[in-house]
């Protein structure tokens, strides 16, 4: 009897979650219940997380306890830093966060407390503390020094001040914000589900993170959003060109791409097979960038690709789509795209692992095998 194979677990329902639910028949995302737009709309990055980790939105007094607290655990660990120090600076971002990961959590007191109070604990800190890995990694590759991080910012305010050094516009703050609670958290993914596997062997939540970043480096996963900027680059960049002209371009290149059979990253999703719910709300975020550092060709070529992908294999953008251009124009450089989607994901991945510690079975499938019959020396 041939066994059924589930090649990469398509359509396999692994566990129960109640941190989000994906509908891709109504293109819903909603978190904890909450559709994620009207969160995208309404509250803060750290409101979110907290409503992740605890399952209901967050009392007055719960959202000054964690403001309080995420703003005093910012800092950058010296002990991080130097581990930083000793990457190479052309090693890509997301060595560098999974090294920091790893390191806070083979320094942390509590690594092998895993009480649901000290996983949250760790949780929190993890939150309140990666902005700075990023921000200082953007910044030594770019030869400038460390710069301390602002009591008085909120995270997204503080996280740009961190890796600019100067204070962003409200209106880049609010985009800022709105990708960081788009890529909160999204059920049963290729990195929460890593998490979920270490969670399953009893091993500590930095264990978990680390594997996790190291899922989501992959461009089938989080790297998309920095391949396709690299798209865009190697359609050419023009900021002379009009919109339409850009659009022209991309139209060309995406038409010969296909016809070479590439696979064209920022298109596509596993699960939604009929628009990402997240894209709308992202692409406000974008158009708002755009106008505001004036940039409309390249919206040109942002909409060239995503016609001509439609018209040719009716394939719809993702959320890393809109999302790459946006951190382009906010002025990160595109390696460091992928760690800011860790920013965000470790909010879910740790609600995640909490989830799965509380109810816990060894994650460990079946295979069925295909190699030679039995054999002897
Ligand atoms: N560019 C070109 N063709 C694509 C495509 C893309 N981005 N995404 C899917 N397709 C095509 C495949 O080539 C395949 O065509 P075929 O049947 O003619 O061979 C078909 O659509 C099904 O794709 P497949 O990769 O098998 O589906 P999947 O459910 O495993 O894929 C993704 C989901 C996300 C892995 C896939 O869409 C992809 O690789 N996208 C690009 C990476 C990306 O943006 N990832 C971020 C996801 S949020």
Redesign the pocket.
């Known amino acids: 009897m041939t066994e059924q194979i589930y090649k990469?677990l398509?359509g396999v329902v692994a566990d129960h979650t109640a941190v989000s639910k994906v509908n891709p028949e109504s293109n819903s995302l909603l978190y904890r219940g909450y559709p994620v737009q009207e969160l995208a709309a309404k509250l803060s990055f750290e409101e979110v997380a907290l409503l992740l980790w605890n399952g209901e939105l967050p009392s007055t007094g719960e959202k000054d306890e964690f403001r309080a607290f995420e703003r005093s655990h910012r800092a950058l660990d010296p002990r991080v830093r130097a581990a930083i120090d000793l990457l190479p600076l052309d090693c890509h971002p997301m060595d560098v966060g999974r090294t920091a990961v790893s390191v806070l959590g083979a320094n942390h007191p509590l690594s092998e407390d895993s009480s649901p109070e000290a996983e949250l604990t760790k949780a929190k800190e993890l939150f309140a503390a990666f902005p700075a890995v990023v921000a200082y990694d953007q910044r030594r590759r770019r030869g400038l020094e460390l710069v301390e991080p602002r009591e008085d910012l909120d995270y997204s305010q503080n996280f740009l001040w961190m890796t600019f050094g100067e204070e962003a516009p409200e209106e880049v703050v609010d985009a800022f914000r709105v990708s960081m609670v788009l890529y909160a958290e999204h059920s049963f993914?290729a990195s929460t589900f890593t998490a979920r596997v270490v969670t399953s062997t009893l091993a500590d939540l930095h264990s978990a993170v680390t594997a996790a970043i190291g899922a989501l480096k992959g461009?089938?996963?989080?790297g998309?959003n920095e391949?396709?900027m690299h798209t865009f680059e190697e359609i050419g960049i023009d900021t002379a060109e009009t919109r339409e002209d850009a659009a022209a371009r991309a139209k060309a290149w995406m038409e010969q791409a296909?016809a070479e059979?590439?696979?064209?990253?920022?298109?596509?999703?596993?699960v939604y097979k009929s628009g990402?719910s997240r894209v709308p709300t992202m692409k406000q975020a974008l158009d708002a960038m755009v106008e505001y550092y004036g940039r409309g060709e390249l919206m040109g070529l942002y909409d060239g690709l995503e016609a001509a992908?439609g018209e040719a294999?009716n394939?719809l953008p993702?959320?890393?789509?809109p999302a790459g251009p946006t951190y382009h124009l906010m002025g990160f450089d595109t390696e460091m795209f992928t760690p800011l989607f860790i920013a965000a994901r470790i909010t879910g991945w740790t609600a995640h692992i909490a989830e799965q510690r509380a109810d816990n079975a060894l994650i460990r499938p079946l295979s069925a095998y295909n190699g030679p019959d039995e054999r002897h020396l």
Request: aromatic fraction near 6%; glycine fraction near 14%; hydrophobic fraction near 40%.
């Open positions: 990469g398509a993914n461009p089938l996963h989080g998309a391949a396709v296909l059979k590439r696979k064209v990253m920022g298109f596509g999703h596993r990402d992908m294999k394939i993702n959320l890393d789509y």
